[in-house]
């Protein structure tokens, strides 16, 4: 599976960014799904999660009601809609794909997901 990630800019507060995450070599409606962010200096942590049956969803509580997870099965394409942006969701964010995931669950950490985007910067600064 490869994943290529895009949307990232240089945003101000409570500005919107839309990721995107392609991917080709399997079709994401049945991967289990993540988006996780780096900041600098900082661990990697898991923003939100999809699971394959797109029932189930996780988010990190920081970004719960601005984040939503989604995906479009025909596109492939796996989206991180990132609304009333902070200054402290500047990070390069990443997603990644689970290839042999149970129906409904999500996955928060990131030694659970087998394949990984490059990464795509957002900075979100006045």
């Known amino acids: 599976v490869q994943l290529q990630a895009s949307g990232g800019g240089l945003v101000q507060p409570g500005d919107s960014l839309r990721l995107s995450c392609a991917a080709s070599?399997?079709?994401?409606?049945?991967?289990?799904v993540g988006w996780f962010r780096q900041a600098p200096g900082k661990g990697r942590e898991v923003v939100a999660a999809?699971?394959?049956?797109?029932?189930?969803?996780f988010y990190l509580d920081s970004v719960k009601g601005r984040f939503t997870i989604s995906r479009d099965n025909a596109r492939n394409t796996v989206y991180l809609q990132m609304n009333n942006l902070k200054p402290e969701d500047t990070a390069t964010y990443y997603c990644?794909?689970?290839?042999?995931?149970?129906?409904?669950?999500?996955?928060?950490?990131?030694?659970?997901?087998?394949?990984w985007g490059q990464g795509t910067l957002v900075t979100v600064s006045s």
């Open positions: 070599g399997r079709p994401v409606g049945v991967l289990a």
């Open positions: 990644a794909v689970k290839g042999r995931p149970s129906s409904t669950a999500t996955y928060a950490s990131a030694g659970e997901y087998d394949y």
């Open positions: 999809l699971s394959r049956s797109a029932s189930s969803t």
